[in-house]
Structure formats: structure tokens, C-alpha cells
């Protein structure tokens, strides 16, 4: 062990006193608040206090200092003991603490990045270290930085997979700036975990998952240390301390006890569990200060990102929305350093691989893993270090639906862009097809969905993506499709396009993506036979522009027809009847998909479900016999 | 090896044609329907031959049969290699095969159960091992049967953790009867996988995860007969055959080469290919029957299921709907032997531990990992050997959307009970809360959505869910609630119940779980002002009962309130105006939360939100101003 230098005794017994200081602060606060998890918080305490008063470098009055280490809390129900950590550095003030869970305090039940010193929230189990995985891959390979990640994750998380796909992606990139801690307090909320105190096996998964692994006695500071330094020595591999703990430890008659998960500590024992716990710290004023870290890391570059020329589309062009993404966002990357692209396996699919091509250097392949996929990403784009896109199948983004839904806590600004949307994928079957992706996204409450119909408007999706806050999701689709807009054409957020409109038009038809091409062909139709109608492209679907959709509905006798490639529930007809349900003498009538489909051509299939141009006509038809 | 007999050389010979056989049809099959994945069919090749015509016991002519073996191509892409292995068994016609991927033939993209011999469909990675693990653990537990039960998975899913979810959950249960095949192609969609051929390796993380492993030659037919021979012996724990394989086996500059995923043999060298693998068949016309299975399983039972009594809750008795989810499962079980019940560490805040003390021997902890329980209950519940309760938070059925959008392909019955619904769990904060739930359940299509508000309607929702074919989703919430019901109160799916009523009602509000009490709060508050409103309880979500919403918005001048805890996107207020989006002069005013919610107190949260009594009398009184 060359180099290492065992703590002094002053301090080992400053990193013990303040273990308890945080416990005492975790019960109290739980008390305060009647609710909460003061026992794991208990199991965590040394860890705690070692890693954030002893090896973590931060500046303690600027927590998202962008040369900080990282801290990731995967177990958020645990939220008190970092609260806690963070009263002792002198960032949160311990009255405030007092209110924690109170409707006005943002030290809530579990963590969000209203805290400065929270990147992202958690509370969900199992996404900490994904996202520890995609700060600490920006740090070593895009911030080039010295800053390190830890994550502390609980025992019971452990049973979900998504932590397995971060710990196979941080050994496959060699993340050697990542240390995962293992708070294996044996306990679970209903019962002891699958494992309990099994830590040869959590062991041999971590070293057969490609980490360095070292297992602890989670309770001893001067075993913590070393653990914490050696992790800081090994090049070329993550480390993973698994901690043995005790659930409640230090409380009498709880520690180590079933049916102590989520509850406070008893209003008739409070007293007494304190000042046990004080009675213990043996140098009450004494505090540790955490070192600073190394100046190495430049501030975000918050510039807004732009392509260095329009789009080169000629009206009529045929090329599929997932290509002109690809090309869009190699467009975009190559003009702009920030831009990260990410893909799961399905980069000659989604065209992600246009981006690799000219800046291999910032894509990042994490393999047929989308929940990791979306948790690196939301990883790489914290602290505004990166712009990131992640691209997959839009139907496989089911499989991250809760990393998204955290990820809107999280208040991330990341990209997802889902490709081979709908039934027009054809022949792959219904397994491939997005059909709720766009209930799933409008669901979100931070989220934009564009869902571009042409090359030219992807290429605005993706740049306004690029600078539109909160998640943002691209739509697009597999079939080659006509361009329809100039290359100097304006989009905007919420900003439809009219893209066929006369003035005597008889039905609003609104599509997107395939189904606006088959509106524009039912046009074509219909107006041989001497009807017209007004076609329009919402581009995004969230925000979805109103005012355009009422006022071209008031001007076709209040009739709209939307159609889209996508189930009936969630999707855009259900936007426009958001849109106009408050509004008198609309009538909206939706062509979508209403059951399971199956494989066939593309056609066969728009056809068969209904949302082919010849069912629109036909919708029009009987809309006018109303 | 005591005991076992290498099979004789005819047979090796004829199980290595049949191999070639195999690789031929799947050939070309894909030729035919110009698509698909050839080269992962040839991979698996040798494999598939041993399985089903030496290992595998199960009536060829009968693929359903309950006492046949399982088998789950959890590699769905390589459906073409399963439907040939089906062809050779004599149930599917070759001709059939050469319309692979075609409208009108069952033989998809990727398999599903429309085909007798598909439990579940796959196509989405990684999903196959759950639903065996479901299916292994009610052949063991349930049935007390012999058949086993065989997945087939490829490398490049073994990325996805809910295979490692699954991985522990079978050793966790001893499932000596399932047996996972690793097809080591080392080649993924679009570069080699992250391991590539270190066998070494997948071998260490799937005896870490606790399964009896060997690492084998995948393309040698003795040593896979020996292997799963020995897979047969081994008591107490699952065993997992790692096979080496090449992608695109036997097929001249195609084996083994990049750029040849999801392809197509060149029309310009299939007579080639063919003819080169056709020469290696050496008798021709030799066919392997399959051995028969034991009788040893029961018909599933299809009666109906029903509770011994009516339920007993009093008007006016405070109890939340997820406690009564608890009593009313703990009353179908009690009466009913196939029903199971699995949770996912939750099972003291759900109350499926109200189940569990009654009906231990059909209760299955499934931990924190909620993929994988959705899996194993759908896997649990394939040719009807139970009827499956899988229940956790709400919010954390997002973690599965992928697996329960795969279910409704896979034609599933399976019950999924979320608790915590919306801001009214209060303290937890956003990450507990289930805000886009509907939204994610609208939009599946085979799916019932039943949202009780009380006691008594919980117990309806239960025993209808039980019977209802297809995905039955069960919302339930924290608070208590006042039972409104009287226990002969009938229920059934569709029809909403009208709570409140008089003959000059101003509006129709439609409230569901916690904010129905809501609405019939704010309609005690408006009585008093000599206001009048109409109380709808819609009982399911989807479908709603159009009808009587109609109605009543036509006695109340078209005005309808809604309010719900969810979401605006995709929720209550978006069915009801997807129920009357078609009918003029109807006009919808939506309550629903907005923005990521915080934690505090519940009925401050319902006020802050929007969506309590008080507002829901201001949006009444601002409606009777119109």
C-alpha cells in the first residue's frame, strides 16, 4: 500500500463523530416530518461521512461547481442522510432540514435538482448509476477532467437490471473515474433482500461484471478510507466498495431489526435514541472540511447551437425522417463541440451513425440497453456539460419509460429521438412499431414532441431541439417521404404549418410524419372530384399550436379529421381534442390505429388500419354529408 | 456421466441434417419475404436441432398441449429458424413458411401467439427469460409438473438487465426446470457485441448470478446433447448452456462477418448458398420425431372465478383502495386456486401481503426489479394455468411499459395492480407518484383500465380483472376514502355509475379514485349555494362509458368537469373528450395536475394542483357563468 496514509487518530474520530451527527440529524429530521427512512439512512452514516468529509473534493459553497466531484444518492429514499451531509458542510442550514417533506422546503422526500447539490433526482431504484455512468464518461472522455463520480446504491436496488446495464457499460469504457458504493444493509421494505448479507456473491457479480471490487466493513472509517483511496489508485476500471451495513445501525433494539423501512423513530424513544447517539460523538465541535478540487474543468458553454448553413433539401427529394436526422445531427455536431450522440445497437437504423462517422469522438455505442442508453444521457447532459441525443426504435423507448419520467424530476435537457414510428415499418411486425410513444411522451411534463413530416422540418426539430429546455422527443419515421418545405423555411415550437389550403376548403385534415403525406395524396384525390380540403402539419405535437388548428377548423364548418400512425389513445387526435375540447361546434373525427397490427408492406398496412389516403377521403366524404 | 448414452452415429448425423435443414428453410423464407435475419438463424442452428428433435419432450401435432416442454425464442428476430424447426416437426407447412413476413400469414416478423406453438411474443429483446422464468416457476410450484421449459436468448440482448433481473430471480427459486440457451454469435445489429466471444466471462456472470453453467461448441450436436443432458440432472438450480457460435454458420463469406445483421441472402448467390448446405445433408429424407411428454399436467380450470360472498364494507367506513385491492385478492384466493399473486418488494404498501398471509404457497416475491415481475407474471399466466396479480407503485409499472406493450402482442391476461397513485401519497414526493399511469395503460390496446374509488367497487374490479381477457390494469390509491357503494352494488367494465344527481344539475363532473370524493365534497359545498351538479363515477377508464357521459352532459346544457390525479396528457380528461370529441355542443373543462409535483401534504397538494373540492366549485361556478 506505497502511498497510502492511514488518517490520524483526530480524524478517524472526527469521520466517526460526524457518522453520528448525521444519524442524529437524519432522525431528527424523519421525526419532524413524521415520515421518512432514518434506518437507511443509518446504514449509510460512515459511508457518508468518509466520502464527504474525507475523500470527495468539492467546493462545500458551490455544489454544482463544474470541478466538483459528482455525488449520486441511487438509493433517494435516503435523502436525509445526504440533507444531512450537506448541513454539515454548511450548505443547508439545520432548521431547514427540520422541514424536510414540508410542502415549501425543498428538501424533499427524496432528492431533486432544485438542490444545488443534486444533479439528478432519484427515488426511483436502480437509475443512479447509469447516470453516474454517463457523468463520469463525460468526464473522463468529453470534460477530460480530474473530477470523480460515486454513487451510493442500496442492496435491494441491486435486483434491478438496469444497474447491471450500467455496471457492464462503466467496465466496457473503463470508467476509472466511477466508484459505486454497495450499502448492503441486508433489509429490504418487506423483507431481508434475495442476498441479505451475501457478499461473496454481490462480489463475484461485480468482478464478473468488470469491476474492481473491494468488500468492507461499511461502519469502519479507517476501512472506508483505505477502500476510497485504493479505488483512486486503479487505472482502467471502476471500483465497487460493497459495504457491509446494518439497517438502523447505531439505533438500540432497531438496528438490524425487521420492519423498520420507512418509519421514524417512536415519539416515546426519540429522546432516548439521540442522546445515545450524542453521547457517543466524542468531539461535538470539532468539524472536517472537504478538500477543494483540482480548477481543471471549464465552465459549460451555454452558446445556442446552430447548423453552419440551411438544409439543402430540394422540395420533391425523397428521404426517410430518420436519415435526415442522422444527417442533421452530424450537420450539427460537427459545428458544435457539445453535441453528444448515443445509440443502442441501432445506429445504421435510427442514422446515428451520420453523426459517428464525422465526430466518432463524441458517440457513445451502449449497446441493446435503453434504460442505461437514457440514464447515460441524462448523465452526459447534467451541469450543461453536453447537448446530448440518444437515439433507439421509438417503441424500445417503452423500455426507459420510467428513466424519462425521472428524468422530467430531473429537470434534464436531454434528446431522445425515436425512429420507425407506426405501422409504416411494416414488414418487422408490431413488436417494432411505435404506437404509444406519443401518450408515453405527451405525458411528460417537460417534454416537446416534434414529429417532423419531411427532411427539411427534421432539421429543424433537431435544432430546436438542441436548444429547447427540458426533455425533447423527435418522432421518425422509416419510409422515405417527400420533401415538402424550402430550405428556408421557418420552424418554431407549437407553430403549425398549413400545407394545403384553398377557400372553400370543406375538412381540416391533420397528420404528421407518413399520415401528412397520405393527407396531402387524399387532397390530390378529393379535389379531382372537386373537393378541398386544408392540410395541416402541427410539427410538434407538444406544444400542439391551437390557435392555428381553431382557426382553420372555424373556417371547415368546425370539422377536423386528424390521422395518425399511432394508437387511438394519447396520440395527436387526442392533443387536437385537448386543443379544441373547450371550444363549441368542433367536431373532431380520428383515423388511428385501434388494435394490435401485424406484419405486411407498408401500404398494406396504412391501408388495413384505416389512415391511408383513401380512408381519409373517405372520412372527408362522410364529414361532408354531415 | 453415469447414466447418459451419447445418442448413435445416426442420429448425430440425422440431428446435424436437420440443422442444415433448418438453416436451408430460414434461408429460404427470408429470400421470400426479402427481409429478415438469416445469419441469426444460422447461428442457432445446431441448437434448435438438438432442442427439438432430442432434448425437448412435447406432441408435435398438439404445440399447446399443457404437458408439453416450453419453449421461448427469446432472440425474436430469429423467428424463421423456430417456424422451420416447426415445419420439420410436421405442424407448419413448408409452403406457409415461404410467406413469411406476408399480410395474410401468421408467420411474422417476429413470433407470437397467434401461433399455437408461441406462449409469448418476442421481438423486444431481452424479455423471453422473464416469461420463462414464469413459466418454470409455475410448472415447479403450481402445476407440480414435469415439463421444462427452454429460452433461447442471443448475445447482444444479454445487454438488457432484465435479463440479469431474470437470471436472479431463477436461482433465487431454485428453477431446476428451466434451462437458458446463450446464443454467443458475437455479433450485434450494427458492430460486435460487447463481449464478443469471451466466453469466459459470460460464463463467470451467469454462475455469479447463482446458475449452473457450461460453455459449449453451439455448432456440436454431441456435445449439446450431453449438455442438456446434464442440464436434466441438475437439482435446485437453473442451467444456463453458453453456446459459441458463429452468426450466419455455414454459409461460405458470410459466417462470421460484420454488416450481414437483418440481411437477406444476395439473390445473386441463394441458389449457391442453398446448394452448398444441401450437399452437406447426407440422408435427406430422415426425419426425428420428438419424444412425448408426460402426461402429468392438468387442463387448465376455466371456470369463472367468483368470491365466496359479497363484499362487507358500510357505506360511509374509511378504507383505501389499495387496502381493499389486499382484502378482495385475499377473498378471490381463498376461493379460487389459480389465483397467484406477485409483487415486487412493495407488498406492505400495496396490501398483496393480505394475500400472501392466506395464500402463501401462491404468492411470489418478486423483489425490486418490476420488469421482470411483469414478465413472470405473463409468463406465469400462458395457457391459462393461472390468473396473475402482479402489483407494485403505479409510477414503477413505468419501468415495465416495454414488457406490458410486448404482453398485449403476446395476447396476455395478466393483472397489474398499481398503488400510490397521484400527488395524494403526499410526502414521498414526484418519484412515488403515478402521474402518466393512464396515459401508458390508454394506450395498450388489449387493456381494461379500472379506477375504484371506494371499498366496495375495488372488490368489483378485482373479480371482473380476474375474468376480463386481455391486460387489466387496477388503479388504486394511498388516502382513505369513504365507502359510497352498498355491497350488493353490482359492477361491471364500461359502465360508469351516476353518484350524484338531481333534476336541475348545472354540470356533469366526472371524478375517479380520490377526486371523486373530491367532486362530491365540492358538490356539498355548491348544494348550499343552491348549485346542483351531477357526480360521475366512470369505474373503468377504458372503455368509459360513453353513453351515460353523453347523456348526462345533455341534461347539464353540454357542460362537463373533469378532474383527475394524473396528468393532463393521455389521462381521465382526454377519454372523456375522446368519448364526446365527436359530438358538437359539448364542452370539456379539464383539472388535472400540470407540472412535476413536489412532496407535502396531500390535500395541500390536491389544493395546489387544482384538483380539490374547492376548485373543482370555482371551475363549476365559472361554467354556470357561461
Chains 1, 2 share one sequence.
Not at 492511514?6 to 453520528?20: F, H, R
Not at 475523500?55 to 462545500?60: D, E, P, V
Not at 417533506?101 to 435538482?113: I, N, S, V, Y
Not at 406544444?543 to 390521422?563: K, M, N
Request: with cysteine; glycine share 8%; net charge neutral.
Amino acid at each position: 500500500m506505497a502511498g497510502y496514509h492511514k488518517p490520524d487518530e483526530k480524524t478517524l474520530q472526527g469521520l466517526k463523530d460526524i457518522s453520528n451527527k448525521l444519524r442524529i440529524l437524519s432522525i431528527k429530521a424523519t421525526n419532524a416530518s413524521n415520515s421518512g427512512h432514518p434506518t437507511s439512512c443509518c446504514s449509510a452514516a460512515d459511508l457518508m461521512s468518509v466520502l464527504f468529509f474525507h475523500t470527495m473534493r468539492y467546493k462545500a459553497d458551490d455544489p454544482r461547481n463544474q470541478c466538483n466531484d459528482r455525488f449520486v444518492l441511487s438509493k433517494g429514499h435516503a435523502a436525509p442522510i445526504l440533507y444531512a451531509a450537506w448541513v454539515e458542510a454548511g450548505y443547508v442550514k439545520e432548521s431547514e432540514l427540520l422541514n424536510l417533506r414540508k410542502f415549501d422546503c425543498e428538501l424533499e422526500g427524496h432528492p431533486t435538482p432544485k438542490l444545488a447539490f443534486v444533479d439528478v433526482a432519484t427515488g426511483s431504484l436502480g437509475q443512479g448509476l447509469g447516470a453516474a455512468c454517463g457523468m463520469a464518461y463525460t468526464g473522463k472522455y468529453f470534460d477530460k477532467s480530474s473530477y470523480r463520480v460515486y454513487c451510493m446504491l442500496g442492496d435491494g436496488e441491486c435486483a434491478e437490471g438496469s444497474v447491471w446495464e450500467a455496471m457492464a457499460f462503466a467496465s466496457h469504457y473503463h470508467l476509472d473515474n466511477l466508484v459505486a458504493i454497495l450499502d448492503v444493509n441486508r433489509l429490504g421494505q418487506s423483507e431481508p433482500t434475495p442476498l441479505q448479507h451475501d457478499m461473496d456473491t454481490y462480489s463475484k457479480r461485480c468482478e464478473a461484471f468488470g469491476w474492481n471490487t473491494y468488500v468492507v466493513d461499511g461502519h469502519d472509517v479507517e476501512e472506508l478510507c483505505k477502500a476510497f483511496w485504493k479505488a483512486q489508485q486503479v487505472k482502467g476500471k471502476p471500483t465497487c466498495i460493497v459495504a457491509k451495513t446494518y439497517k438502523g445501525k447505531g439505533i438500540k433494539n432497531v438496528e438490524d431489526q425487521d420492519n423498520w423501512h420507512g418509519k421514524p423513530m417512536p415519539k416515546d424513544r426519540h429522546v432516548e435514541i439521540l442522546n445515545d447517539l450524542q453521547s457517543q460523538i466524542q468531539v461535538p465541535n470539532k468539524t472536517l472540511r472537504p478538500q477543494p478540487p483540482n480548477d481543471d474543468t471549464k465552465p459549460a458553454d451555454l452558446k445556442p447551437l446552430t447548423y453552419p448553413s440551411p438544409p439543402s433539401y430540394k422540395k420533391g427529394d425523397k428521404m426517410s425522417t430518420r436519415k435526415a436526422y442522422g444527417v442533421a445531427l452530424a450537420r450539427l455536431g460537427q459545428a458544435n463541440q457539445r453535441v453528444v450522440a448515443l445509440d443502442g445497437d441501432t445506429k445504421n437504423s435510427t442514422f446515428s451513425d451520420l453523426f459517428r462517422k464525422v465526430c466518432p469522438e463524441r458517440f457513445i455505442e451502449c449497446f441493446i440497453a435503453e434504460q442505461n442508453m437514457v440514464s447515460v444521457a441524462i448523465g452526459c447532459a447534467t451541469r450543461d456539460r453536453t447537448v446530448a441525443f440518444a437515439s433507439t426504435f421509438a417503441a424500445f423507448f417503452s423500455r426507459a419509460y420510467d428513466q424519462i419520467r425521472m428524468g422530467a424530476i430531473s429537470q434534464t435537457n436531454v434528446n431522445l429521438v425515436g425512429s420507425h414510428c407506426g405501422v409504416s415499418i411494416g414488414e418487422d411486425g408490431p413488436s417494432q412499431m411505435a404506437l404509444e410513444d406519443l401518450a408515453m411522451f405527451r405525458a411528460v411534463p417537460t417534454c416537446t414532441v416534434f414529429y417532423p413530416s419531411d427532411a427539411t422540418s427534421t432539421e429543424g426539430a433537431v435544432e430546436l431541439a438542441a436548444n429547447t429546455k427540458g426533455i425533447c422527443f423527435i418522432r421518425t419515421s422509416r419510409p422515405d417521404t417527400a420533401v415538402i418545405y424550402s430550405p428556408d423555411e421557418k420552424f418554431e415550437v407549437g407553430v403549425a404549418k398549413v400545407v394545403r389550403q384553398s377557400d372553400n376548403d370543406t375538412v381540416t385534415v391533420i397528420g404528421a410524419g407518413v399520415t401528412l403525406h397520405e393527407a396531402l395524396a387524399a387532397a390530390d384525390i378529393l379535389e379531382k372530384e372537386g373537393t378541398r380540403i386544408r392540410v395541416i402539419d402541427p410539427f410538434t405535437i407538444k406544444p400542439l399550436d391551437a390557435a392555428t388548428i381553431l382557426s382553420s377548423a372555424r373556417a371547415t364548418r368546425g370539422q377536423i379529421i386528424t390521422v395518425e400512425d399511432h394508437y387511438k389513445e394519447g396520440g395527436l387526435g387526442e392533443a387536437v381534442l385537448s386543443a379544441v375540447g373547450g371550444e363549441p361546434g368542433i367536431v373532431v373525427t380520428r383515423l388511428a390505429v385501434t388494435s394490435v397490427p401485424r406484419s405486411g408492406k407498408p401500404q398494406e398496412l396504412l391501408d388495413f388500419y384505416g389512415i391511408s389516403a383513401k380512408h381519409i377521403a373517405k372520412a372527408v366524404i362522410q364529414t361532408t354529408a354531415n
